[in-house]
């Protein structure tokens, strides 16, 4: 397990913030997240487009939660800003507590009120893929909307660990970018899981998140029968370190190096 805070990407620069503008986060614990997800969008998401990562931690008591109504309660849960992005758009929003008897009674509600069929949140499939891939390691409802563009997470109570781990699964959250997602439908990219550096292959999986070659990069691996864990490794350009070389990176992104 890895509970240690990631800054100092170059990928999460103030150089890349000014490449990849249109791949931002708001309110993230670490640098890590925006750094994996520009590596992995930089030849996929067109300039006219934009994907942000957004991490809205809750912070309503449970004694107000328990006294108001669904509506309210879906309110702050799910509120529109982040249920409905322009044309343009890709989103990916977690949204997590401090404390577990909060984040439980949120999932709770959210269960019983959220998704295809239900009143709230009906443009949006609940993902019971991703809910079992991270069932062992932490609990979560994943939900994606109907057009693929758009993954809203409801975490129980969310450590770095937990936060790092989240980073493994980014094709499915964007299905649309990637042709990996719940409807299996074609769209950019290759329909193969195993992209840009990230492999998605049963219960083990891992992911870059400096997306360079050449340098010091931070891994995650997940594996059914332990925690999630992060190492560093060397990638080389040869590939004879054990994961797979990121591809050439494109002319913005050779400005970074």
């Not at 809910?131 to 932490?138: D, E, G, L, S, T």
């Not at 492999?199 to 083990?204: L, P, R, T, Y």
């Amino acid at each position: 397990m890895f509970n240690k805070a990631i800054f100092g990407l170059t990928l999460a620069s103030e150089a890349a913030d000014r490449l990849f503008s249109n791949i931002s986060a708001i309110t993230a614990p670490d640098s890590s997240f925006i750094a994996t997800l520009r590596a992995l969008l930089r030849n996929r998401l067109p300039q006219d487009e934009y994907a942000q990562l957004n991490c809205r931690e809750l912070q309503i008591p449970l004694s107000r939660i328990e006294g108001a109504s669904i509506a309210e309660c879906m309110e702050w849960f799910a509120p529109e800003t982040i249920l409905r992005l322009p044309e343009n758009g890709h989103g990916i929003t977690i949204v997590h507590t401090t404390y577990s008897a909060v984040g439980e009674k949120m999932l709770e509600i959210i269960k019983a009120n959220a998704g295809q069929g239900k009143r709230y949140m009906s443009n949006f499939k609940r993902r019971d893929d991703l809910q079992v891939f991270y069932a062992r390691k932490a609990r979560a409802l994943f939900y994606t909307d109907e057009a693929e563009r758009n993954t809203v997470i409801f975490m129980e109570k969310m450590e770095l660990k937990h936060f790092h781990a989240l980073q493994m699964m980014i094709p499915k959250y964007l299905p649309s970018l990637f042709g990996s997602g719940c409807n299996n439908g074609n769209s950019r990219g290759s329909t193969n899981d195993n992209t840009n550096g990230l492999s998605v292959s049963g219960s083990s999986s891992s992911f870059i998140s400096s997306g360079i070659s050449n340098e010091s990069s931070v891994v995650v691996n997940s594996d059914a029968s332990d925690d999630f864990s992060i190492t560093s490794s060397s990638i080389t350009s040869n590939g004879s370190d054990d994961t797979k070389p990121v591809p050439k990176p494109c002319n913005p992104l050779q400005n970074l190096l």
